[in-house]
């Protein structure tokens, strides 16, 4: 395995607990439902939105589900 390979399953392995891991409890929670309501505020759907940066994907997600066309890296 190269060191490419090596570093992709190190942040794979990562990823599987990320949105379960410590930081991710009750204020988080309470902080990424507020920021959902803010970026609420600020599209309509439909609307395409490109999320760069976009972790584990839950932000996409929830945007998604709410109508708009994402496109998430």
């Known amino acids: 395995m190269d060191d ?3 570093m ?3 942040w794979d392995q990562a990823a599987r607990n990320y949105d379960s891991g ?4 009750v204020v988080h929670s309470l902080l990424a439902r507020r920021s959902m ?16 940066g976009c972790g584990t ?7 998604a589900r709410s109508g708009m ?3 998430a890296v």
Not at 22 to 25: L, N, Q, V
């Open 57 to 63: 994907g839950s932000t996409a997600i929830e945007l």
């Open 8 to 10: 992709a399953e190190a």
């Open 37 to 52: 309501e803010v970026l609420k505020g600020y599209f309509s759907s439909p609307m395409n939105i490109l999320e760069i």
């Open 4 to 6: 490419l390979a090596r």
């Open 22 to 25: 410590p930081g991710s409890g």
């Open 69 to 71: 066309q994402v496109k």
